[in-house]
């Protein structure tokens, strides 16, 4: 989709996906007192100091993906949340989530993409690490990378919508978003369903 080349537009994109997966893993932070969830190599000792959209706007600065990569990178964290039901988003294991993510989304579609050494520099994490997270994110995911053009839309469609909601404060995002104690992020998409109707996440 052209628009994505727009400056504003990715900067939109980028403040609302930093909202979302903030909020996602702030609930499931709360939902963990009540609810077991696995330790995976994901999960950091200490929660970065570093916000989550400073991480995702650096990530998407040095390692020059394209603004395709960063909705096909939402599209494996929604799949990966569906398919690791107890591995929920939090704040330990999120920015290794979004390195991953991306690294992955730019190998499957770009031209150019850099080594899995850069993309460790970028995440702040070591070459190793970045090595395990990338096996461990695959197999995650059963290997099911393809991004079919309805999937694609679809997720870009909602985007579109729910950043209308960010206009003027961010704040109104609330009124769209019910987390609640969703393990998984607020929206997915039954791709195996030709109609892609949207699936509310049970609260």
Same mark, same amino acid.
């Given at each position: 989709m052209a628009e994505l080349e727009n400056p504003i537009v990715m900067n939109k994109i980028i403040t609302f996906l930093s909202s979302l997966v903030q909020r996602v893993a702030e609930s499931n932070?709360?939902?963990s007192q @009540? /609810?077991? /969830?696995?330790? %995976?190599? @994901? #999960? $950091?000792?200490?929660?970065? +100091?570093?916000?989550? /959209?400073?991480?995702?706007?650096?990530?998407f600065k040095y390692a020059n993906c394209s603004p395709s990569c960063l909705i096909v990178a939402y599209v494996y964290l929604d799949r990966f949340t569906q398919k /690791?039901?107890?591995?929920?988003?939090?704040?330990?294991?999120? #920015?290794?989530?979004?390195? +991953?993510?991306v690294m992955v989304a730019a190998k499957f579609m770009d031209d150019m993409?850099?080594?899995? !050494?850069?993309? !460790?520099?970028? $995440?702040?994490?070591?070459? !190793?690490?970045m090595n395990f997270l990338e096996v461990d994110f695959l197999f995650g995911l %059963? @290997?099911?990378?393809?991004?079919?053009?309805?999937?694609?839309?679809?997720y870009c469609s909602y985007l579109q919508r729910e950043m209308l909601l960010l206009q003027p404060p961010l704040d109104s995002i609330d009124a769209s978003l019910s987390? $609640?104690?969703?393990?998984?992020? #607020?929206?997915?998409?039954?791709?195996?369903?030709?109609s892609h109707k949207q699936q509310q996440l049970a609260v």
């Open positions: 932070d709360l939902n @009540f /609810q077991i /969830q696995k330790v %995976s190599v @994901f #999960h $950091g000792l200490t929660i970065p +100091t570093i916000s989550i /959209q400073s991480y995702l706007e650096r990530i /690791q039901p107890s591995l929920p988003i939090n704040s330990f294991n999120v #920015h290794r989530l979004l390195i +991953t993510s993409y850099y080594n899995n !050494a850069y993309y !460790a520099k970028v $995440g702040g994490i070591s070459t !190793a690490e %059963s @290997f099911n990378l393809n991004v079919t053009p309805t999937t694609f839309t679809t987390l $609640g104690k969703s393990l998984k992020l #607020h929206l997915c998409f039954d791709e195996d369903d030709p």
